[in-house]
């Protein structure tokens, strides 16, 4: 059972990302619909409709079928519009700013509605014009059914429009970087005010002599489902330590839990099974998954391709607001499962990895760029200035900030630009 439900969350995860998660449901919408419509055309309400506003129905049958023919043509042109325009977006994405953007771009709710009701449109005339080949021509019952087809073919050009204006404006990369800042702040903003609630003392407990379970394959740890974790396991007076932190890469046979207490085969293979470990570092814009996708924004603005230091210089500022809130973090967390006995105790990502990850890279390909290297000095130093910084956190940023001015020292050559940037550690 315990699997059933972790398979069916997964695949859940996988539908709801995908391009044809809406689509499918609003086109199943519309065949209902559609079949409704031609239902309710035989009841004598809507006959007495028509007698009273004849103007707003159809009743010759060549007539709705011209109509019928000519919105199938014109939806059909406009989603094979419209998916173009979404590959273009795409490529332009992938080959502009970071590959990594294209998940969060699919995703997108509001397109995928709008394709939606493109293809269910589509569906509903189909199904309409149908049924009126299998009536016949003497038939009187396509009034209402053709009526709603013209309506909905209306809101689909309304939509057209405003999925041109939504479109041009996702791709702009200053509204994918406030995206994807306003999602890793609000997860920082929760992550912080639930550490302040996990108050159980984890800084001095020693976990090296605790039995060590490894993984049993290979990817990036996102955390553990403690839905399915046994009652057994959560009654027991025992202690869990999750080693990675999350979103950190883990090899098979790699050590993954640490145990206070011996456990049964049972309850270590269910444990492992609760662990979430995937295959994409990318999976979501949360955490530190978000701020490596902003590191990667900035490192492409820097390549000689692009060339664009104003991207960069506006992700630098949004990473640097994002570290203050990260570098808070303690370095460990717990809490006790489901009011039970049994502690799971979290490690979060150590300074160090932090500064590694997200401004290593943006360092190194920045270099030479007098300006984006004034504002990375700016945000290294905002973030040593941290009131709530621990003592190793801020001097792992000293550290940064030292090898910065090392690099500025080298690899300007300008005296004078060289000058005014290490005026700036002063």
Same mark, same amino acid.
């Given at each position: ?93 992938? =080959? ?85 800042? =306003? ?244």
């Amino acid at each position: 059972m315990k699997k059933i439900i972790k398979f069916i969350t997964r695949m859940y995860r996988q539908v709801i990302r995908s391009i044809a998660f809406y689509p499918v449901l609003i086109s199943l919408f519309y065949g209902i619909l559609a079949l409704i419509a031609l239902s309710l055309d035989n009841w004598e309400i809507v006959h007495s409709i028509k007698k009273n506003v004849p103007y707003l129905f159809i009743q010759d049958y060549e007539t709705a079928r011209s109509i019928l023919s000519v919105l199938i043509g014109g939806v059909i042109s406009l989603t094979v519009f419209s998916f173009s325009m979404v590959m273009v977006v795409l490529g332009q994405a992938s =080959s502009n700013f970071s590959p990594r953007l294209l998940p969060g771009l699919i995703s997108n709710s509001e397109h995928q509605i709008i394709l939606g009701i493109y293809v269910g449109t589509l569906l509903y005339c189909i199904i309409i014009l149908t049924s009126l080949g299998a009536l016949g021509m003497d038939t009187d019952t396509i009034g209402l059914s053709t009526m709603l087809a013209a309506i909905l073919s209306v809101i689909c050009i309304a939509l057209f429009v405003y999925f041109i204006h939504n479109i041009s404006g996702a791709i702009q990369i200053h509204n994918i970087i406030d995206r994807i800042f =306003s999602k890793c702040n609000d997860f920082a903003e929760r992550e912080l005010k639930q550490s302040n609630i996990l108050q159980i003392s984890t800084g001095h407990t020693e976990t090296s002599e605790w039995k060590v379970l490894r993984s049993d394959r290979s990817g990036y740890v996102r955390g553990i489902d403690t839905r399915i974790i046994k009652d057994s396991i959560k009654a027991q007076n025992n202690q869990i330590e999750i080693i990675p932190y999350p979103n950190m890469h883990v090899w098979k046979g790699k050590p993954i839990l640490r145990i206070q207490k011996d456990l049964t085969k049972e309850e270590i293979k269910n444990l492992m099974l609760c662990m979430d470990i995937s295959s994409n570092r990318y999976e979501n814009d949360y955490g530190i998954g978000g701020m490596i996708k902003l590191m990667e924004i900035a490192v492409k603005a820097m390549s000689p391709g692009i060339n664009d230091p104003g991207t960069a210089i506006d992700t630098i500022e949004k990473l640097g607001g994002l570290l203050r809130k990260f570098l808070r973090f303690p370095q460990k967390t717990a809490q006790a499962l489901d009011k039970g006995q049994c502690v799971l105790i979290k490690n979060n990502i150590p300074a160090k990895e932090l500064m590694r990850t997200i401004i290593q890279p943006i360092r190194f390909y920045a270099k030479q760029d007098s300006l984006v290297l004034y504002e990375l000095i700016d945000a290294l130093r905002l973030i040593a200035k941290c009131p709530n910084l621990c003592n190793e956190n801020s001097r792992v940023v000293k550290l940064e900030i030292n090898s910065l001015r090392k690099d500025i020292e080298y690899h300007i050559v300008n005296s004078s630009d060289r000058n005014q940037l290490l005026a700036k550690f002063e």
